[in-house]
């Protein structure tokens, strides 16, 4: 299923797109009036700022948990796999292991994850641009450039902790090397070639991408593609030889095969929500480029447009998250390369009437503007805050002691009783046997009374915990009873954020 979108799910969208779509109407005609060209600062900072806000708003997302809390054991010594469960590449959480050393042992570290994936936006974004002047020269237009970047940035979700962040910027850098290939020595293909292997060592969304340097090496002069090529491959090599040594020192190379690229290719399929207002001035930039290469050979611009495209077919295979807008991250970004150039503001000033003028450009910045407008009222009520109160009770309840709690809001610093800690991977128990086998690997039932945790869930998604585990064949029905007799006797529950919990007597004598 391929989608393009421009959809309202509740009333209030279409009532902000409406209200919008009137004021920058009356705003572009009194722009135009007194100008012949629009000036989108005031727009682009307006994204910007809603970007800002739903970064302050948005909910404790489950992936930054997921790779803080990955990171925090991956520093304690435990081995991915084999330790605990994990479906992702170890390699994201292996490089923020030494910073959640040092990070503060408090919900403080969900603020620092999501400036430090701001920051890592900052860089992607400034990659991007340059890539734009690279293909586009004086033609490049910052502000096309920052309008589609800003539109797209909550899409993108590049606030959150998650390892696409870095993906992007390497598969960026590598981008940027391609377009010197033709031209320049084997070097340049050997620092590409390192490029995408480390992007891919990240994640593999964008895969075909790797791809990119060999047309950029068939579009460069016939002599030395051969060496140019073998330049690439040994560079690729190097780049993911840091994750490959590490999975083979600790023995997890054929875990890391199996639930990375066996377990996740299961749950593929060919699905994607395309941005209208984007995937068109993608679409038409990508024509200009084509057209640009047909008139002058310009190789720079023919490689973008390959990237387009390659980048286009991989956002096609999706896991089952079908609402995922930010499978495209890198797509946002290659589409507003591709569009700084592309001469899109002149296509309106061709329009004989000033008032067509104005509400072409009104639809087309009330398309860019009102999905940041609806994303910031959806969370309103500041998610981020009520989530990070409840961490800091589970982090205070769990301090130095072992305990079973579902992520999103798993208290990151806190060693699991059981292998059960993410929502993803309970609900994959109930669909995938493997998941299930792994999780039941360390009995729960016994583990728990055993173990003593100092708080086990008590609901989930406002379910019976327990009740659930046995419904998905974690526990059995014998299990079931001695453990609910269990946490009757030893623990109280107790409401913490959106969900209920059972804490352990003792730990509710020192409050």
């Known amino acids: 299923m391929i989608e393009v979108l421009l959809r309202f799910k509740e009333a209030a969208d279409f009532y902000f797109f409406a ?12 722009t135009l009036k007194a100008k012949k060209s629009l000036n989108l600062a005031p727009v682009i900072i307006l994204n910007f700022a809603l970007f800002i806000a739903w970064g302050i708003l ?9 790779f803080l809390h990955f990171s925090w054991m991956i520093s304690r010594g435990l081995v991915p796999f084999r330790d605990f469960w994990e479906h992702h590449s170890p390699f994201f959480p292996l490089l ?58 909550i899409f993108g979700h590049y606030f959150l902790l998650r390892p696409d962040l870095l993906m992007i910027f390497f598969i960026l850098s590598g981008l940027s090397l391609c377009l010197e290939i033709p031209q320049k020595n084997i070097f340049v293909c050997l620092a590409c070639g390192m490029a995408f292997g480390l992007a891919m060592s990240f994640i593999t969304k964008q895969y075909l991408l790797v791809f990119l340097p060999f047309i950029a090496i068939w579009l460069g002069p016939k002599p ?15 780049g993911i030889l840091p994750l490959i040594g590490y999975l083979v020192s600790l023995g997890i190379t054929r875990d890391f095969i199996y639930w990375v690229f066996g377990f996740n290719g299961r749950n593929l399929q060919v699905s994607v929500h395309f941005p209208l207002v984007i995937l068109g001035a993608g679409l038409w930039a990508t024509f200009v480029l084509l057209r640009r290469f047909r ?15 390659l980048s ?18 890198l797509w946002y970004f290659i589409c507003a390369i591709a569009a700084s150039g592309a001469g899109i503001p002149r296509l309106l000033e061709k329009l004989p009437s000033l008032w067509g003028r104005a509400v072409i450009s009104g639809l087309v910045l009330s398309a860019l503007l009102t999905p940041n407008f609806a994303f910031v009222w959806k969370y309103r009520q500041a998610g981020f805050s009520r989530d990070k109160k409840a961490a800091a009770e589970l982090m205070e309840y769990t301090r130095g002691e072992s305990a079973v709690i579902l992520l999103p809001l798993h208290p990151v610093f806190a060693l699991d009783a059981t292998r059960l800690y993410s929502g993803w991977q309970f609900n994959f128990c109930a669909v995938f046997d493997r998941v299930r086998e792994d999780a039941k690997s360390k009995a729960i039932a016994r583990t728990i ?8 869930q008590r609901t989930h998604k406002k379910r019976d915990f327990v009740l659930e585990m046995y419904q998905r064949k974690l526990i059995t029905s014998a299990d079931y009873k001695e453990l609910i007799a269990f946490l009757l006797a030893n623990y109280t529950p107790k409401r913490i954020g959106k969900d209920f919990y059972y804490l352990r007597k003792d730990k509710l004598s020192k409050d």
């Open 19 to 30: 209200a919008i779509t009137f004021a920058a109407v009356i705003w572009s005609y009194d």
């Open 58 to 66: 948005f909910d404790v997302n489950h992936d930054e948990g997921a």
């Open 96 to 153: 923020l292991a030494p910073l959640i050393k040092i990070a503060p042992k408090s919900p403080q570290v969900f603020d620092l994850a999501r400036v430090f994936s701001g920051i890592l936006f900052l860089a992607n974004t400034f990659m991007g641009w340059r890539i734009a002047r690279q293909v586009w020269q004086e033609k490049a237009g910052l502000s096309i450039y920052l309008l589609l970047i800003s539109s797209a940035a």
């Open 224 to 238: 030395g593609r051969g060496i140019k090529l073998a330049a690439y491959c040994a560079g690729f090599c190097a």
């Open 295 to 309: 008139q002058s050979r310009d190789i720079k611009a023919i490689i973008v447009f390959y990237a387009f495209y």
């Open 312 to 329: 286009t077919v991989s956002s096609l295979t999706t896991t089952s998250d079908l609402d995922g807008l930010y499978y495209l991250g």
């Open 449 to 456: 009374i055993d173990l003593r945790p100092s708080v086990v």
